[in-house]
């Protein structure tokens, strides 16, 4: 067990003193780190830990190269990747692209913690959450928690997306919507420039059937005698 433990040992801290070696030497040795960062991924637990923690710090290099490296990702390596991109996402694009595709994974728990990860960046994240409305799957999904999170922001895309084809069938951007009407600032402005460009008939009659109900919803519970 001990000479297992050594080994271990060994194994990361030749890699990371071969990341430090590599991130002295110059941006194009720095991106060679992160792209052996991002292959670590897939490896045992200490090494894909320490792989992390690398990428963590990697900055641009490190969200260029796990957004570009996604794709060949294994499953267990993108479920990894999402620990460094989260915080990568706070400040590089590249990282937020790479969570809009973590969300359209087949895997639920991986949409999920990629969902999760851009709701909690709303400086950057909520670009990565208008991106993925028009998807089947996570589009519901991603309007509420656009709407919850950055509704100044949602209503204009949230709109747009209600006008496109079959949008106005979509009950999920109809309450997203009512959501982000109730939270922003001043949604009336938004709304009446929506209306004054004529959007579909459809489009329109089920912004405001959402919007209604949610009035009405709250109507009636502040009507309940206590």
Excluded: C
């Amino acid at each position: 067990m001990r000479s297992a433990s050594r080994a271990r040992v060994l194994q990361l801290s030749a890699f990371l003193l071969l990341l430090v070696s590599a991130q002295g030497a110059g941006a194009a040795e720095g991106r060679t780190s992160m792209d052996l960062a991002v292959r670590e991924l897939g490896a045992d637990h200490d090494r894909a830990t320490a792989a992390v923690y690398a990428l963590q710090s990697g900055g641009g290099d490190a969200a260029e190269a796990l957004l570009d490296a996604w794709p060949s990702l294994s499953l267990l390596g993108q479920k990894r990747a999402i620990a460094a991109l989260r915080p990568l996402s706070r400040e590089h694009s590249a990282a937020v692209e790479a969570l809009v595709q973590a969300a359209r994974s087949d895997d639920a728990r991986l949409r999920e913690q990629a969902l999760s990860a851009l709701r909690q960046n709303p400086a950057r994240g909520s670009a990565g959450l208008v991106a993925l409305l028009d998807d089947p799957r996570v589009g519901e999904r991603a309007a509420a928690l656009l709407a919850r999170t950055d509704p100044d922001v949602a209503i204009d895309p949230l709109l747009s997306a209600l006008a496109a084809d079959g949008g106005s069938e979509r009950s999920g951007l109809r309450e997203a919507l009512a959501t982000a009407v109730q939270r922003a600032k001043e949604p009336e402005p938004k709304l009446r420039a929506w209306i004054d460009a004529a959007p579909p008939h459809a489009a329109a009659a089920s912004a405001a059937l959402g919007i209604a109900s949610r009035v009405s919803s709250e109507s009636s519970s502040s009507s309940r005698p206590l």
